[in-house]
């Protein structure tokens, strides 16, 4: 199911990272597992910079991962990030700083989403990369895991307080003038 547009009153949120077959996956199954959890309806995707695994399931070792924390990625495709997804989803979380640059190149005009770095939402980690496990050893997976769940729950805690105050979950980064 492909989420809602912005303008829907249901939060909408956009995970990207470079593949979009381990970190933002696991991060939108976290999410949906923790909204789930909560009560909460909101709208979740995720998506990659690159285009080299568009149409497949997430790395069988996220699946993996996120299955012995209780949730089923397995049914996720990889998709890429549009300029038209600026415009349907409110806000948009980069895994890493260099998927926060291209997707800064990539915002049209138009584009109201908030973009900002993922980890930028947990105390104590603002300005941090969420590694990326793709080469690196299973364990990375697990840390890859707790770093995507955490952040998970500080979302949740952001988007009930920005309830509260009408506040964006995070000042939006601006497109250079000549990007
Ligand atoms: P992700 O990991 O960005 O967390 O999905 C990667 C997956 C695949 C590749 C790079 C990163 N790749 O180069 O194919």
């Not at 895994?95 to 109201?112: E, F, S, Y």
Request: charge should be neutral.
């Amino acid at each position: 199911m492909r989420p809602g547009m912005a303008t829907e009153s249901k939060p909408s949120i956009l995970f990207v990272c470079l593949g979009n077959i381990c970190r933002s996956p696991m991060a939108e199954g976290a999410l949906r597992a923790r909204a789930r959890a909560a009560g909460l309806d909101l709208a979740i995707d995720s998506a990659g910079t690159g285009d080299w695994h568009i149409g497949r399931p997430p790395d069988p070792r996220a699946i993996a991962t996120a299955l012995r924390h209780g949730v089923d990625i397995g049914g996720l495709r990889a998709r890429q990030v549009e300029a038209s997804d600026f415009r349907r989803f409110h806000h948009i979380f980069a895994l890493d700083q260099a998927n926060l640059a291209d997707l800064a190149r990539l915002r049209p005009a138009d584009g109201k989403a908030d973009l900002s770095l993922l980890l930028d939402l947990v105390p104590g980690r603002a300005g941090l990369d969420v590694a990326d496990p793709y080469y690196g050893a299973d364990s990375g997976f697990e840390r890859t895991w707790a770093e995507v769940d955490e952040a998970a729950r500080a979302i949740l805690a952001k988007l009930a307080s920005a309830a509260d105050t009408g506040a964006p979950l995070r000042a939006p980064v601006r497109p250079p003038i000549f990007g």
